[in-house]
T-cell receptor, first 115, second 119 residues
Framework: AQTVTQSQPEMSVQEAETVTLSCTYD???????LFWYKQPPSRQMILVIR??????QNATENRFSVNFQKAAKSFSLKISDSQLGDAAMYFC????????????FGKGITLSVRP | GAVVSQHPSRVICKSGTSVKIECRSL??????MFWYRQFPKQSLMLMATSNEGSKATYEQGVEKDKFLINHASLTLSTLTVTSAHPEDSSFYICSARGYRGGLNSLEAFFGQGTRLTVV
């Protein structure tokens, strides 16, 4: 079974600075999908970024980028120019490629942004 | 992104009664829906997976007779908490994945969640 590990329960960043959230996973599959979800205080889950494992290029979405290291099974999220609205809980998630496959979530990390 | 609407957002019910939570995909065909439970400051715990027209597959430890899931159409799934008890109080979230514009979506879209309080 796949597992996703987020070992840091909390992190803090100064507004406008850069922060990196760590995530590792374990799988025996060669093709899969990885995601970062954001859950603000409203508790609405929002997709931040996704990465297909067969793609070597790291995904980027505006201020959000990932460092995908397939051999190391590492999938970290970098948030540049942090904003107050980035304060939230962030979850790393893994999914197999099957049509009905489920998401496996990490425990999450609470990010606070200092003004 | 696609829109998934979950209703109600909050519900308070008396112990022993049943409560139904609806999850609708508004602009795509949700072939697979997922129901999660989340405690404060914790991750999402998958309760069950349902495919349209089929019986739901429950995760280990989840009572299927207590948490009834119906996925009768490509746009609607419901979770009914039967004979609710205070320990069922939690935040319940649905998510859906399916076809949008003829393409199978890689990502799941989430509803707003339902805060259930059993008194």
């Amino acid at each position: 079974a796949q597992t996703v590990t987020q070992s840091q329960p909390e992190m803090s960043v100064q507004e406008a600075e850069t922060v990196t959230l760590s995530c590792t996973y374990d799988t025996s599959e060669s093709d899969y999908y990885l995601f970062w979800y954001k859950q603000p205080p409203s508790r609405q889950m929002i997709l931040v970024i996704r990465q297909e494992a067969y793609k070597q290029q790291n995904a980027t979405e505006n201020r959000f980028s990932v460092n995908f290291q397939k051999a190391a099974k590492s999938f970290s999220l970098k948030i540049s120019d942090s904003q107050l609205g980035d304060a939230a809980m962030y979850f790393c998630a893994y999914r197999s490629t099957g049509a009905n496959s489920k998401l496996t979530f990490g425990k999450g990390i609470t990010l606070s942004v200092r003004p | 992104g696609a829109v998934v609407s979950q209703h109600p957002s909050r519900v308070i019910c008396k112990s022993g009664t049943s409560v139904k939570i609806e999850c609708r995909s508004l602009d795509f065909q949700a072939t697979t829906m997922f129901w999660y439970r989340q405690f404060p400051k914790q991750s999402l715990m998958l309760m069950a997976t349902s495919n349209e027209g089929s019986k739901a597959t429950y995760e280990q430890g989840v009572e299927k007779d207590k948490f009834l899931i119906n996925h009768a159409s490509l746009t609607l799934s419901t979770l009914t908490v039967t004979s609710a008890h205070p320990e069922d109080s939690s935040f319940y979230i649905c998510s859906a994945r399916g076809y949008r514009g003829g393409l199978n979506s890689l990502e799941a879209f989430f509803g707003q969640g339902t805060r259930l309080t059993v008194v």
